[in-house]
């Protein structure tokens, strides 16, 4: 009998690790929020890099250099691992995005928006960038919410959280900045609210 009690702890044990992995082995469904959240996130994610490319190419303050930098190097890290997960769960990279309609929502610009700040004057161009960014990163902390609801998986959590922590830090120097050039932000996208991901309309 007291051998087979250490059998049977492990046994245990065994079933106990199998029962907390149990949901990281299933992959999650094509439209959960874990897959909606990345796909619409790396969408997100490519607009910001994009922007933050032309702002680096056009400026010469080396404050808004560094942070154009940091924003590429983050959200290119951040892209890679989201589309590892996709590949992970079986699901394409590429899904439905967002609609126009509801990528306003979520702050993004248009893509003439985007085209201004490597036509603008220098100065100019930084206004426009502080402010489109700005409001970029205030749509991607609404879209945070949903993934931090009970049921989503711990990494896109953490993930979540880290994108909110960091975006909010930007936000706030990306504000000063504007404050410094005698310029304010633009009015908060309209998904301000933390909307539902689950509810939208593609």
């Known amino acids: 009998m007291r051998r087979a009690l250490p059998l049977l702890v492990v046994l245990l044990a065994a079933l106990a ?11 999650p469904a094509e439209d959960s929020r874990e897959v909606r959240f990345v796909r619409e996130m790396i969408q997100h994610h490519t607009q910001a ?19 154009a930098l940091d924003i590429m190097l983050s959200q290119q890290e951040q892209i890679g691992q989201m589309r590892g997960w996709l590949t992970l769960w079986g699901r394409p990279w590429a899904g439905e995005g967002m609609s126009a309609e509801h990528a306003r929502m979520m702050g993004m ?4 928006e985007v085209a ?4 603008q004057p220098e100065k100019q161009a930084e206004v426009t960038f502080l402010q489109l960014m700005t409001r970029h990163h205030q749509g991607a902390l609404a879209m945070v ?8 998986r711990p990494e896109v959590q953490a993930l979540a959280r880290q994108i909110q922590a960091a975006q909010s830090a930007e936000i706030t120097l990306m504000t000063r900045l504007l404050k410094d ?10 998904g301000m609210g933390g909307m539902d991901m689950g509810d939208h309309q593609h």
Request: proline share 11%.
């Open 145 to 152: 919410p949903p993934a931090l609801e009970g049921g989503v």
């Open 49 to 67: 890099i994009d922007m933050a490319t032309r702002i680096r190419d056009t400026t010469t303050d080396a404050e808004l250099r560094t942070l």
């Open 17 to 27: 690790a199998a029962f907390l992995l149990a949901p990281r082995l299933i992959s």
């Open 116 to 119: 201004t700040i490597s036509t």
């Open 109 to 112: 610009a248009t893509q003439a």
């Open 181 to 190: 050039r005698g310029a304010q932000p633009l009015p908060a996208p309209g």
